[in-house]
Every structure is written in C-alpha cells, then in structure tokens.
C-alpha cells in the first residue's frame, strides 16, 4: 500500500472513530466542553483560556496550577502546566513550551493517563506549529489512543481533531 493509499485509509479510520466518539459523547453525557478533571474544585481547562491573549492565559495557568499544588492535587497541577506550555507555543517559543512539558514529564502528577495525553498533545501543537506536522501527527494518534482508552472522550477529541489538521498538512508536503 502506497504512503497516499495508507494515509486515505487512516483518514477513514480516523472519521469512523470520531463518528463512534460522538455517540459516546452523546451516550455518557459528557458534552464537547467537557474537558476538566473530575474534582469539582477545578474548572474546566477551556474556561481558563483566552486565546487571544496567551500571556494572560499563562498567568491564569500558573495560578491555577499553584493552587493545586498547595491543595496537593499533582495531577491538576500537571495538567495545569500543560497548557502553560501551550501558551509558549502560541507565542512561537517552542523551546520554552518544550522546557515546561519536560518538567512536567518527569515531575510529580506525571503519571496521569490526562496529563500523558496533555503532554502528548502539547508536544504535538509545539511540533505542528514549528512547522512539523509530520512529527506531530504520531504525537496526536498516541493521544487519541491513550485518551480513547481511558475514556477521556473530550481529549480523544481534540487529539482527533489535530490528527485530521495535520493530515491536511502532511498531504500538503
């Protein structure tokens, strides 16, 4: 099978998979914003951001991941600094988006299945946004599958979502 052949085929995978995510979503309950943790203390990641100003959303993360460290909640935090990272790679400092995903990586919190697909995702959005999309397309399929199995319907989503980004870009090249 030839590289357009297989990538064609990826893409039917990938929209089946999201057809059955949809009605997952829609079975369970969980709605497409619903991407915070199950500890109500924290709020949901998506109503911390503003987008179009990331160094404000960099200072919200920061706070929030503080406070879940002072609450000794490691996963939060983690998952907090992620999106610090992200911040970083809005901003086209991928070296310091990359420097925050290592900390976070091996820091305490790590071993999260959300946190492993925030990172995974993170990376994949550094790499993509360097112009990698190729690189970050594996990125993004590791998160799907690890979010998928975990049942983190929200994240198999997004990660879904930025393999579908980079598929168009990698058949671009």
């Given amino acids: 099978m030839d590289l357009k ?6 893409m039917q995978v990938l929209r089946a998979s999201l057809l059955i995510l949809g009605v997952m979503i829609m079975a369970t309950g969980c709605g497409p914003s619903s991407d ?3 500890d109500p ?11 179009s100003d990331p160094a404000a959303s960099e200072i919200a993360f920061r706070d929030l991941a503080a406070q879940a460290g002072e609450a000794g909640d490691e996963s939060f935090q983690a998952e907090a600094l992620t999106q610090v990272a992200r911040t970083f790679s809005l901003r086209r400092d991928f070296d310091a988006a990359n420097a925050v995903l290592d900390e976070v990586e091996t820091g305490p919190g790590a071993d999260n299945a959300r946190v492993q697909v925030r990172i995974l ?18 990125l993004f399929e590791r998160a799907f599958q690890v979010a998928s199995r975990q049942d983190e319907f929200f994240l198999a989503g997004d990660a879904a979502h930025m393999v579908g980004i980079t598929e168009d870009l990698v058949g671009e090249e």
Avoid at 41 to 51: A, G, S
Avoid at 121 to 138: D, F, K, P, V
């Fill in 121 to 138: 995702l993170e990376r994949g959005r550094t790499l993509n946004s360097a112009g990698q999309a190729e690189e970050a397309q594996g």
């Fill in 36 to 38: 915070g943790g199950p």
């Fill in 41 to 51: 203390r924290w709020p949901q990641i998506r109503d911390v951001w503003d987008f």
């Fill in 5 to 10: 052949s297989r990538g064609g085929a990826v």
